[in-house]
């Protein structure tokens, strides 16, 4: 997890266009960003959901699965909520992962948990 955090973009990414949103040109970015530094990754993979033994037709999908074992989620908000761990939490039941790493940008400072 450390080599993901150590290559977010913090510093390249401009103040203005790290509070809005997380975006389809934010997600791309990060994507180059990851493909630059050598990180492995799947962006916005369906994470397929069983239901009584048969799969829903919605699927959760977070922002990155990064060495087929960590999910990754960025949001930029000023302020994280619980909502953002719940998201997280759900992604790593349905996957069967147990690593997640949930990074705000938004604020003076980059946040991750």
Known sequence: MGKILEN????????????I???????EA????FADQGIPFKS?????IAYKGKLLDKAYQPDFVCF???I???????????NEQS??????KASGFTTGLLI???????EYK
Do not use: T
């Open 44 to 48: 916005q993979p369906v994470i397929r």
């Open 8 to 19: 977010i973009p913090r510093k390249d990414v401009p103040e203005k266009k790290a509070q």
């Open 30 to 33: 990060l994507e180059r960003e």
């Open 87 to 92: 998201q997280i939490i759900n992604y790593l």
């Open 68 to 70: 087929d074992e960590v």
């Open 21 to 27: 949103l997380f975006n389809r040109v934010n997600q």
């Open 72 to 82: 990754v989620e960025v949001k930029a908000l000023d302020k994280l909520s619980g």
């Open 104 to 110: 705000k940008f938004g604020a003076n400072s980059l």
